[in-house]
């Protein structure tokens, strides 16, 4: 403005230069504040987005577990199906309507799951959680198919653990019985130790079968180690000493983060 009505009047000349003295702070403050305003809305939308991205790659890492699990259920079912058509057909239809039921759930959980990697305009969805109840539901599931039987043991108060660690011993448990029906020959019995020892807990999941080999680069057992990294914690598996075949998974955490 100094600039502009310099030229104009000489007279006005000290009061336009004072009020371009006076004016040019609050510019500055205005420009500052909008820019800052402004930074502040696009990092805001860039911080959803990340969130966005991480958590529709969580949802792919996590259908792999859902469809093997399911899949193999599935697989097992019709198996025994065939086995009794020949002696006991009179436990066939019911057997068919296990694998319907398997195959219902099966696809209504892909269908929630990718709709949900879909969804690119929609809220930020959390993770679905699963507690110690679905672990409980995951060892009955497995019983009822058939085969092998499967014990749980649950040591420890577990109210009060965080969600993260809660889901994560729920991908293990579920891992560890799919690898069962796929790997375990001869598998009569499963054990499912679920043992909580202050702020670390500990899932161990063993069967007495003949194992066959497991590959370690399988899709399965290294989600597992990168989802238990996340939180700082780690798996195991291999043969145990008593025969067959364990998973083992030590899941800590801190006392704030509960």
């Known amino acids: 403005m100094a600039i502009v009505l310099r030229p104009v009047s000489v007279s006005v000349r000290q009061s336009t230069t004072n009020m371009a003295l006076l004016f040019a702070p609050a510019a500055v403050t205005a420009l500052g504040i909008g820019l800052g305003m402004r930074l502040l809305l696009v990092d805001r939308r860039r911080q959803a987005a990340a969130l966005r991205l991480e958590q529709r790659a969580e949802f792919a890492r996590d259908l792999h577990d859902f469809v093997a699990h399911h899949v193999t259920g599935i697989v097992v079912q019709a198996q025994g199906a065939q086995v009794m058509a020949g002696r006991r057909p009179e436990l066939v239809p019911p057997a068919l309507e296990r694998i319907e039921q398997a195959g219902s759930e099966a696809l209504t959980s892909m269908r929630h799951m990718v709709g949900m990697l879909r969804d690119t305009e929609g809220e930020?969805?959390?993770?679905?959680?699963?507690?110690?109840?679905?672990?409980?539901?995951?060892?009955?599931?497995?019983?009822?198919?058939?085969?092998?039987?499967?014990?749980?043991?649950?040591?420890?108060?577990?109210?009060d653990l965080p969600v993260e660690v809660t889901t994560t011993a729920h991908r293990v448990v579920m891992e560890a019985l799919t690898n069962v029906r796929k790997h375990a020959h001869g598998c009569t019995e499963v054990r499912v130790r679920v043992d909580r020892s202050g702020n670390r807990l500990t899932v161990r999941v063993s069967d007495d079968g003949r194992p066959c080999h497991v590959s370690q680069k399988g899709f399965g057992l290294k989600g597992l180690a990168e989802r238990a990294g996340l939180i700082g914690g780690d798996v195991q598996a291999g043969p145990v000493a008593a025969g067959g075949w364990g998973v083992e998974a030590t899941l800590p955490w801190s006392p704030a983060r509960a």
């Open 124 to 159: 930020v969805t959390l993770t679905p959680l699963a507690g110690i109840g679905e672990v409980r539901t995951l060892v009955a599931e497995f019983s009822a198919v058939g085969g092998a039987r499967a014990r749980l043991e649950l040591e420890g108060a577990f109210d």
